[in-house]
């Protein structure tokens, strides 16, 4: 069964340091998605992405966030300098299209700032 | 703007024994429904999903859910639990609106499976 693939699984980054969280998704799939998860709270949206921008971002996706889709096929999450609340596990996402509800999520990355 | 709320955070249930989930959910349009199991250390999977027509629907692993709108509830069940079943489990909604989805998940609720 296809999977979206997450890499690193763990990454742990000093206060204010640059990380970029990477994500395979799916071949066909056509919408992405990063969501986050804080140790013990529920998930929340960070952003959607189609055709190339950005669809619809949370409030918790300020200017330090940023996302792109480098090369076609490649989803990355960039946090330009980080803080010790954006400790979480930071999950991507995937649907083909819109006429199919329920993501593919991948395996998540568990983001550490110390 | 849609909501979900899971009561339940903790969930103790002997093996072999039947549970239920509990979500309720808050959307002044229609909505569609899903279950996202999170086995320790992993991602999120999706056990089962409301869209339309049947209001029981069957998921995997032998999990079912029953969408009743009158009480705006997806609430989740299994006959018999096994050990295997050990997980948090996500209520999520999504707007039945077209185009792409954002969803909204609950809190979690995490099932405790005693041998």
């Known amino acids: 069964e296809p999977e979206v693939t997450q890499t690193p699984s763990h990454q742990v980054t000093q206060m204010g340091q640059e990380v970029i969280l990477r994500c395979v998704p799916i071949s066909n799939h056509l919408y992405f998605y990063w969501y986050r998860q804080i140790l013990g709270q529920k998930v929340e949206f960070l952003v959607s992405?189609?055709?190339?921008?950005?669809?619809?971002k949370s409030e918790i996706f300020d200017d330090q966030f940023s996302v792109e889709r480098p090369d076609g096929s490649n989803f990355t999450l960039k946090i330009r300098s980080t803080k010790l609340e954006d400790s979480a596990m930071y999950f991507c996402?995937?649907?083909?299209?819109?006429?199919?509800?329920?993501?593919?999520f991948g395996s998540g990355t568990r983001l550490t700032v110390v | 703007a849609q909501s979900v709320t899971q009561l339940d955070s903790q969930v103790p249930v002997f093996e072999e024994a039947p549970v239920e989930l509990r979500c309720n959910y808050s959307s002044s349009v229609s909505v569609y429904l899903f279950w996202y199991v999170q086995y320790p250390n992993q991602g999120l999977q999706l056990l089962l999903k409301y869209l339309s027509g049947s209001t029981l629907v069957k998921g995997i692993n032998g999990f079912e859910a029953e969408f009743n709108k009158s009480q705006t509830s997806f609430h989740l069940r299994k006959p018999s639990v096994h050990i295997s079943d050990t997980a948090e489990y996500f209520c999520a909604v999504t707007l039945n609106s077209g185009g792409y989805q954002k969803v909204t998940f609950g809190t979690g609720t995490k099932l405790q499976v005693i041998p």
């Open positions: 996402a995937s649907v083909r299209d819109s006429n199919e509800y329920g993501y593919t």
């Open positions: 992405f189609y055709n190339n921008e950005i669809s619809e």
